[in-house]
């Protein structure tokens, strides 16, 4: 094998690895999803599992910004348990929290 062939072959391993990290980081991160959408769902009610994902998330951080001013005007002891609903959803930072 000439050093042109090596170069060949040793190049398409390396593109073989970034297309596999990158599937992976992928799938990684649309597992993390689903689990998040898991635990912040209520119990009671069935997971959807519909697409449109995107809005979906744009849906409940709206509706959990409103539904934590609101309970923080109405019952200050209510702010602890969306905080821990959040917190249990996976989200941590301080704009969900």
Known sequence: MDLQALILWFGLAMVGVGVAGGGALVFSELRVRSLRKARFQDP?????????????????????????????????????????????????GREAA
């Open 44 to 92: 009671a009610s069935p997971i959807d599992t519909g697409r449109g994902e995107v809005r979906i998330l744009g849906q409940v951080t709206a509706s959990v910004r409103r539904l934590g001013q609101q309970a923080a005007v109405r019952d200050p002891s209510k702010v602890s348990d969306v905080r821990m609903r959040l917190v249990r959803a996976g989200f941590f």
